[in-house]
């Protein structure tokens, strides 16, 4: 499995913006995705975003044309901009890896962001 490293999660005011960040340290080959997810207590785990080496994106409803994931390859670094923030973006948000060719998945151990005034 890949190592992830975050950062980027803080206290911010709705309608106010943050910036994670995620990184494959080392020599990493064959990422073929990168995503986040999020996970709020006493819900599931959800998808927020995510982004393939061929250039796909996708994001959940919720968060289109706020959130925007960006991915550098050589850096296997992947970010997410958050801006108008929502209260009800608060969570503990998860980088996410995929590798086809080795069938693994790989977890960061998660930055809380809370929405709050």
């Known amino acids: 499995q890949v190592q992830l490293v975050e950062s980027g999660g803080g206290l911010v005011q709705p309608g106010g913006s943050l910036r994670l960040s995620c990184a494959a340290p080392g020599s990493v080959f064959g990422i073929d995705a990168m995503g986040w997810y999020r996970q709020a207590p006493g819900k599931q785990r959800e998808l927020v975003a995510t982004t393939t080496t061929t250039g796909n994106t996708n994001y959940a409803d919720s968060v289109k044309g706020r959130f925007t994931i960006s991915r550098v390859y050589a850096g296997n670094t992947v970010y997410l901009q958050m801006n108008s923030l929502k209260q009800e973006d608060s969570a503990v948000y998860y980088c996410?890896?995929?590798?086809?060719?080795?069938?693994?998945?790989?977890w960061g151990q998660g930055t809380q962001v809370t929405v709050s005034s």
């Open positions: 996410h890896a995929h590798r086809t060719y080795y069938n693994d998945n790989s």
